[in-house]
């Protein structure tokens, strides 16, 4: 729908401001009319919008390449679509991965071709959620950008390395959009609770609410402006000319988190999460979590967190604990918010249940210690590279037993320098799988020492 039609849906004002009939049925949703119409009025991605960045030379120079934008929602993957048809005067045209087949694609296709031939008018043919299509279906887009019948967009959450054949990938401009930051959703929803488009200055919005908004929205503008809308809606069914916190939690169903990502609460909820797991509270780790996913909190600072944990305070009496974590911070990149709440919780259960040991960051930080200390020998000279011409001269490697030849696969030998030779670093617990280590290692410094 064109801007100016938004104007003339039944109820909108004539003047078109001060009340909210943008916002009644029979207008577009709030994220449609605000959505930006150059690429000067997109908010964030700043090195999407660079002066002479790809993106802005395939727009301003009116090129035909495809793009392949990969980001999580709500960051413009749409929007961008929308305004290179735009700026570039092509046709546009959108084709949802969800409910179209490859004899959709291949009409798409042919109608953009014959449109070419005939009037001469190019298309952007937009693919929203890309990975969704198979392989035949990606396969069918392959002759409208080859042949550049198409200038093809396709959008995408998860990781096109993964989700999108080669062919295809590497007929495109990959571009990554990163996840809008607070000052960025709070400049969408400012822009549109004042602009001609939106609310025009029917309703003003305090600060509270406002924090509110930007937090749930969690990087999503379209989350942000859905949001908003119907936090007006609110406040107009109560006549009042001011969206406040109440009126916003009772709109969206949610009540606030008082949680300020970058304030003491983010540094004290994350402090209780993590110290929850080491006391091994599962029921208390998952109520942090539950906290920082509410408040918005960025779910890979909360991943990177489990993987630190993982070694620091579990180690080797489970040696499967860093796999998980890792696991799930793969996951949080892959499938992104909300689903990656659950790979999140379980990995925190997973953490808090196991057997805890310290063996690890106990062990890393007394090396380093002595390291720091000036407790830096040279080189046994058996262990010292032996493979250019001239070390065995020196005496390098001469003396030095390869352990495989030796029962055990263990060989009775000095590693460290002289001034560490006796050094305890690692001292293994008897928690967890990590007391069948103890045991193993002890033996092994025995035999090594020649003990």
């Not at 104007?7 to 009340?19: C, L, Q, T, V």
């Not at 942090?288 to 996913?293: D, G, H, P, Q």
Request: aromatic share 4%.
């Amino acid at each position: 729908m064109p801007d100016d039609a938004l104007f003339d849906a039944p109820g909108a004002a004539p003047d078109g401001g001060g009340s909210l009939s943008h916002a009644r049925h029979g207008a577009a949703p709030l994220a449609v009319r605000m959505r930006p119409r150059t690429l000067d009025e997109l908010v964030g991605q700043g090195q999407l919008r660079a002066e002479g960045s790809p993106l802005r030379r395939l727009i301003e120079g009116d090129q035909s390449m495809s793009l392949l934008l990969w980001g999580p929602p709500g960051t413009g993957k749409t929007t961008i679509a929308s305004i290179v048809s735009q700026q570039t005067s092509r046709r546009f045209v959108e084709v949802s991965a969800v409910s179209a087949g490859v004899k959709e694609v291949r009409a798409a296709i042919d109608a953009a071709r014959s449109d070419l031939v005939r009037t001469g008018e190019e298309t952007v043919l937009f693919v929203d959620e890309v990975h969704r299509f198979s392989k035949a279906q990606q396969d069918a887009l392959l002759p409208g950008v080859e042949n550049r019948w198409v200038t093809l967009v396709a959008a995408t959450t998860e990781n096109p390395f993964f989700s999108v054949i080669s062919p295809l990938l590497s007929r495109s401009l990959l571009l990554r959009l990163e996840s809008l930051t607070d000052d960025d959703v709070a400049d969408v929803i400012e822009q549109a609770l004042v602009d001609e488009r939106g609310l025009a200055g029917a309703v003003a919005l305090d600060d509270d609410a406002r924090d509110h908004l930007v937090r749930l929205a969690g990087g999503d503008a379209r989350r942000a402006l859905t949001y908003l809308e119907a936090s007006a809606g609110a406040a107009s069914s109560k006549g009042l000319d001011t969206i406040d916190l109440a009126t916003t939690e009772t709109a969206v169903d949610q009540a606030a988190v008082r949680y300020d990502r970058q304030g003491d609460q983010h540094y004290d909820v994350t402090s209780a999460f993590i110290k929850s797991i080491r006391g091994s509270d599962a029921d208390a780790a998952l109520h942090y979590l539950a906290r920082m996913v509410e408040a918005g909190e960025d779910p890979r600072f909360i991943a990177r967190r489990l993987v630190i944990l993982a070694s620091e305070d579990i180690g080797l009496a489970d040696p499967t604990a860093l796999t998980t974590a890792v696991a799930a911070a793969q996951a949080v990149q892959l499938i992104g918010m909300p689903e990656a709440r659950l790979n999140l919780a379980q990995a925190v259960i997973a953490l808090a249940v196991a057997p805890k040991s310290n063996a690890v960051i106990m062990a890393i930080d007394a090396a380093q210690g002595d390291v720091r200390a000036g407790k830096i020998g040279s080189v046994p000279p058996h262990l010292r590279d032996a493979h250019y011409a001239g070390a065995k001269d020196l005496g390098h490697g001469s003396t030095y037993t390869y352990s495989h030849d030796e029962p055990f696969g263990i060989a009775e030998q000095q590693y460290a320098p002289d001034v560490v030779a006796d050094a305890r670093y690692y001292r293994p617990t008897a928690l967890g799988a990590e007391s069948a280590v103890k045991e193993r290692w002890e033996r092994i410094r025995r035999i090594v020492r020649g003990r």
